[in-house]
């Protein structure tokens, strides 16, 4: 077992420390984030496609110049599964879960060029 210099109660602190962190990051998110859930052929993917990353097969795509053109694109050329979301929040938890996990890729908007 690898040694990190914590305690175990230090460690459950930092831990709940962190997990605090996580609901105010949550609680700072948009309401009503809509856009563009996109699903690889290959549910284990992580990688970059036409500017969007993935992550365990599945992608996030904010609204914005160019969203809805890159969703069709991924869906057309290739055979992404592609699901307009109103509200990100509100898609089912194993959904909203895989997003949850990658929503720091959204800072990494594509751009279209």
Do not use: C, H
Request: charged content about 30%; glycine content about 10%; aromatic content about 6%.
């Amino acid at each position: 077992m690898a040694k990190t210099g914590m305690t175990i109660d230090e460690a459950t602190k930092r831990i709940a420390e962190l997990e605090a962190e996580v609901e105010r990051l949550k609680e700072s998110m948009p309401v009503g984030m809509s856009g563009w859930l996109v699903t690889a052929p290959n549910k284990g993917y992580t990688g970059v496609t036409l500017g969007v990353m993935f992550r365990g097969g599945q992608a996030f795509i904010p609204d914005g110049a160019g969203a809805e053109k890159i969703a069709k694109e991924l869906a057309g050329d290739f055979n992404y599964a592609v699901k307009r979301v109103e509200d990100w929040r509100n898609m089912g938890q194993d959904e909203t879960e895989k997003v949850r996990r990658s929503m720091i890729d959204v800072i990494s908007i594509p751009q279209v060029m």
